[in-house]
């Protein structure tokens, strides 16, 4: 018989595990460091590699001015947040928020911060796969 | 009859403390298990409809390859072409990555310049002829293409099976984990509620007892 109380105890652990953002970036890099290297990357929290595609790259530097290169941290974190209902992610940052209302055409609601919904999610992905990683607020982890 | 089955636990307070404890716990991973695989189904999607347009090209791309390989085939004759293709510059050079979608680990191929100039291909340009340079030119962003699909299909893969892992999981904290437990807590709550009923009765007696020997 399988003893459920323990696979209760597996899955929630390994998730938890997992649900710490794990595949988070230990260290991130700006625009301009990640221009500069032969094969840009960042190194994530469980030590593998996370690769940024060079078209993303050049896409970024035409949306900011050159001042800001070494100002965009990437990746750009979109946080999920349960304060703002579900679904609902915060993009903090002045330069990353200036460049993700440019790739939504949208105006932010405060210069640092931008609140996004599923649907904005999807389209930002798209246009920045390897740039951007989903996070979980430590809020929606801890409750 | 109730189908969920109560879990075989002590009947203590403290097993009933520590039930709650566990299902708010499951309850919030499940939430955040929920939003997770939401967000990797939309992954999912989005890189389908990227893989089914970079296949119809793919598709497309090829009959254009082999047609304009089928004229200078025509054209030059096979000796001809493979004379051609022995002096071809065969290197590509790709670099292979990781790329982590919500700690779901998938390829990314990123290829140096595989579209090359009359020049770089290698074959002489006096003995040739304008169908070798249009099969070559086709060729290559044939074979541009087909790294671009194998990555996208790679990625399709692999969130695939994570979505799969994801939803069983969300299956079993949803209909077998949340309700037992739930089950459980009730069965407890209501075996110390009967326990409670019957001190209160064996009180009553004794009381009702004690009163009668006091009254003799």
């Known amino acids: 018989m399988i003893d459920y109380e323990k696979a209760l105890e597996e899955i929630l652990k390994e998730e938890l595990l997992r649900l710490a953002n794990k595949y988070l970036p230990y260290k991130k890099k700006s625009l301009k460091e990640a221009l500069n290297e032969k094969y840009p990357h960042v190194t994530t929290r469980d030590g593998s590699i996370h690769m940024f595609k060079r078209s993303e790259l050049e896409f970024l530097k035409s949306l900011i001015s050159e001042d800001k290169w070494d100002k965009l941290k990437l990746p750009i974190t979109i946080e999920l947040n349960p304060d703002y209902g579900e679904g609902a992610a915060i993009v903090r940052g002045r330069v990353e928020v200036e460049v993700v209302s440019k790739i939504l055409g949208i105006k932010p609601q405060r210069e640092d911060e931008i609140v996004i919904y599923r649907p904005q999610i999807s389209v930002l992905r798209r246009h920045l796969r390897t740039t951007t990683q989903i996070a979980f607020s430590l809020r929606s982890i801890i409750g | ?216």
């Open chain 2, 1 to 216: 009859m109730s189908s969920v089955k109560v879990l075989k636990v002590r009947p203590t307070k403290i097993e009933l403390i520590r039930l709650k404890r566990r299902l708010v716990l499951a309850r919030r991973i499940h939430r955040i298990l929920r939003e997770r695989l939401t967000i990797l189904v939309a992954e999912f999607l989005d890189i389908a409809r990227k893989t089914v347009k970079l296949r119809e090209e793919l598709h497309k791309k090829a009959e254009e390859a082999y047609f304009a390989l089928t004229l200078a085939y025509g054209y030059h004759g096979r000796k001809g072409l493979e004379k051609e293709a022995l002096a071809v510059e065969r290197k590509v050079t790709a670099v292979f990555g990781i790329n982590n979608i919500m700690g779901v680990k998938v390829p990314l191929i990123e290829t140096e310049k595989i579209e090359k100039t009359l020049a770089e291909r290698g074959y002489s340009l006096a003995d040739t002829t304008l169908y070798i340079d249009e099969a070559a030119k086709r060729f290559e962003e044939l074979l541009k293409l087909t790294i671009e699909l194998g990555e996208a299909e790679k990625t399709l893969e692999k969130l695939g099976m994570e979505i799969k892992k994801m939803r069983r999981r969300v299956n079993v904290l949803e209909h077998i984990l949340i309700p037992r437990i739930e089950v459980t807590i009730k069965y407890l709550s209501m075996k110390f509620e009967e326990r409670e009923r019957e001190e209160r009765a064996r009180l009553k007696r004794v009381k009702v007892i004690l009163s009668r020997r006091r009254g003799e």
